[in-house]
C-alpha cells in the first residue's frame, strides 16, 4: 500500500560557513500520481556528496543551486510502484537524479534501470556509481599511473578515495592513504590492500610522515582534501607528477578559504600537471568504466563499503557527517526497504 | 688584440634567502689556449635568469646546482677570437652555456652559430632565445588559447612575460598583463599592444582590478610570478582555463616560502589545467619556434626590449635586479664590443 504523504526535504536558508541541520527541512506533500506514460518511484536509498555544499550557494556552478524552499536533489536508486510506461515496469529497479524525497513521479527521462544480478543496490550510488566511476576516470585519464608508481590518495576512506586506492593497487601502484581516524587506516591497510595509511589528524610533521611512507616520492597524488594535506605532498612529488583535482574538502566551508600551500611553486621544477575535472563532463565514458570496474568487482579485487543512515528525516545529519569524515566509504540514507 | 687575463664570476656562497652580492666573487686567470680541434670565443652579452636562483641552492632540481668556488655558468652569446676547429671560423658569431666569464675554451660541442642577418645578437638571448621559447613553448602547447579568448599574463614586462603577451595578441586574445610599476604597464599598453595592464603594487584589490580588466573571465594564465596574483587569477577563472607555471618569482627567495593561494579550490568545479614545464625537455620543438618567431619578428608583429647592464664585474647586481624588477624585458650583461 503506498502511502497518502510523501515526505521531502527541502532547502530552508544558505549557510555563510558550515552548514547545519537548520539549513534543511522536512516537509510533507500529497503523494504524487502517475499520469499517462509515467512511473511512480519509490526511493530506497539517496546519497549525499560533498559537492552538494557548493550548490547550497547562489552562485553559478558546474551543477546549479539548490533553490529555497524547494526540495533538493541528487543520486538515489528506488523501485517503480507504479507504472504507466511502456518499457518500465512496476517492481524494476532504476536510479535517478532525485533523492531527498521519498516518492516521485518520472516520465523515465532521467531514469535508468538497475541489474542487481551485477550487484547490489547500494553499489550503484557507490562502487559502480558516481563514485567509483570518477574515481576510475581521475586516476586513469588525469593521474595516469603506471606500474611502480607512487599513488597518495587523500580521503582515503571515503566512497572516492577507498576505490582509487584499490584501483591504484590493480594497476601496480605503491598506494598510500591519509584519513582521519586510527579506525580507517587500519582498514585501508587491513581490508583495503593499501601500502601504508597515515592519520592527517594525529602524524605531526606530514611532510615527514609521507616521506617516510613514500620512500621513492609521489607520482600521482588524487586530491580529495585540499589544505594541509596537499602542501605536504607538494614537497614529495617526483618529476612529471599527475594531480587529478576531485574535491577539496577542507576548503568547502571556508569563507575566506583559508591561505593555501606554500609549496606550489615545486610544481615548476617538477613539471607536475595539477588538474580538476568533473565527471558529468565525462559520462560517454561511463560504459568503459562499468566494464573495466565490474569485472574488478565481480573477481573480488574491489571492495566497497557504505555507511548508512536510517530514515528521511536523518539525511541533513549524514550530509553534515561528511565534513566530520563519519563515514567510511559510501555515505548513504535509506529511505525504505529494498523489497516491497 | 687577446688580453692575458680572463676574469670569471664564482659562486662563493650560497644565501639563505635573497641573495646579495657577496654571493659572487671576481677571479682572474690565465688566458686559456685552444688546443687541437678547439676554439677560444670572447662573450659578448650572457643572460642572467630567474631560475639561476635555483642553481644557488645545494639541492636537486632540474638544472644542476652550481658549484662553490667554481665560475658560475648559463646562456652567453659571443665570437670566435680563435679556431682550430675544422668549421668554426674566426669572426663566427655562437651561443653557448658558458656565461658569467670574458673567454672560453670550447671543442664546438654545445655552441650553436648565430645568423645576425635574422635579428641582432641580443636577440638570440631574448626572443629568439630561452625567454622567447619558453613563452612561445608554455603558451601554445600548454595554454592553447584560443582567438577571442583572454590571456593574462603576470611578469608581463619581462623577458618572456613581454613576449607571450605579443603572442596572445597575434593569436587573437584579449590579452592583460601585471607588473610593478607604471612606466612598465605604460610601455604594455602603449608599445607592446596589451589590451590592459595592472599594477600589482597600486592596485589595491587585484581581484577587483581584474574583474574590470577581464570582463569575460580569464581563460589563460601565464604564470610567472605566483603569490598574490595568482590567488587573484583564480578566482577571475572560467571553465576549462588552462594555466601554464612558467615561474614563481616571487616565491624564490622565501624559505619556508609564504602561505600559497587561497582559491586553488576554484580549479576544481572549473576543471582548470595548471602544469609547470622546463623548457629544456622541448628543445625538439626548437626549430618549429625559431620559424613561426622568426616570421612574426621578420613582420614587425614582435618587439623586445633588452636591460643591458655593461661589465661582467656588475652580473652579480643585474641578476640580483631580477627580484627587484629592474628589467624591462630581458636582463642582459654586456662583457666587450660586439665587434672586434
Not at 539548490?66 to 517503480?80: F, S, Y
Not at 616520492?217 to 618529476?239: H, I, K, Q, S
Not at 549524514?318 to 559510501?330: I, Q, Y
Request: aromatic share 8%.
Amino acid at each position: 500500500m503506498t502511502p497518502t504523504v510523501n515526505r521531502q526535504i527541502v532547502l530552508a536558508s544558505r549557510p555563510p560557513a558550515m552548514p547545519t541541520a537548520d539549513n534543511f527541512r522536512l516537509e510533507e506533500r500529497p503523494m504524487p500520481e502517475p499520469g499517462p506514460g509515467e512511473v511512480l518511484v519509490r526511493n530506497i536509498y539517496m546519497s549525499v556528496d560533498p559537492y552538494m555544499r557548493s550548490r547550497m550557494r547562489d552562485r553559478k556552478s558546474y551543477a546549479p543551486p539548490w533553490k529555497l524552499d524547494e526540495p533538493c536533489d541528487g543520486r538515489a536508486v528506488g523501485r517503480i510502484v507504479r507504472s504507466n510506461h511502456p518499457t518500465l515496469a512496476a517492481g524494476d529497479y532504476v536510479s535517478s537524479m532525485l533523492g531527498w524525497r521519498e516518492f516521485f513521479v518520472s516520465s523515465g527521462q532521467g531514469l535508468s534501470r538497475l541489474d542487481l544480478s551485477v550487484a547490489p543496490l547500494p553499489a550503484y550510488l557507490g562502487v559502480l556509481g558516481i563514485p567509483g566511476f570518477t574515481g576510475w576516470y581521475g586516476l586513469t585519464e588525469i593521474g595516469r599511473p603506471k606500474a611502480g608508481e607512487t599513488l597518495v590518495v587523500s580521503g582515503a576512506a571515503g566512497a572516492t578515495g577507498s576505490l582509487v586506492g584499490q584501483m591504484g593497487k590493480i594497476l601496480g601502484c605503491r598506494v598510500v592513504g591519509t584519513a582521519g581516524t586510527e579506525d580507517k587506516c587500519a582498514h585501508l591497510t587491513r581490508d583495503l590492500g593499501f601500502d601504508a595509511a597515515i592519520n592527517y589528524r594525529t602524524a605531526g610533521d606530514l611532510y615527514e610522515a609521507l616521506r617516510r611512507a613514500c620512500p621513492d616520492g609521489v607520482d600521482v597524488y588524487f586530491e580529495n582534501v585540499g589544505g594541509a594535506v596537499l602542501d605536504a605532498v607538494l614537497r614529495c612529488l617526483n618529476p612529471f607528477a599527475r594531480i587529478p583535482l576531485c574535491g577539496m574538502i577542507s576548503q568547502y566551508n571556508q569563507d575566506p578559504p583559508e591561505p593555501g600551500p606554500r609549496y606550489l611553486f615545486q610544481m615548476v621544477g617538477n613539471r607536475v600537471r595539477m588538474q580538476g575535472f568533473i565527471i558529468s563532463d565525462h559520462y560517454d565514458r561511463y560504459p568503459d568504466f562499468l566494464r573495466e570496474a565490474g569485472a574488478w568487482l565481480k573477481a573480488g579485487r574491489l571492495k566497497h563499503q557504505e555507511t548508512i543512515v536510517e530514515g528521511l528525516e536523518n539525511a541533513p545529519r549524514a550530509f553534515l557527517g561528511l565534513f566530520k569524515g563519519e563515514n567510511l566509504g559510501k555515505m548513504l540514507v535509506k529511505l525504505g526497504p529494498e523489497d516491497g
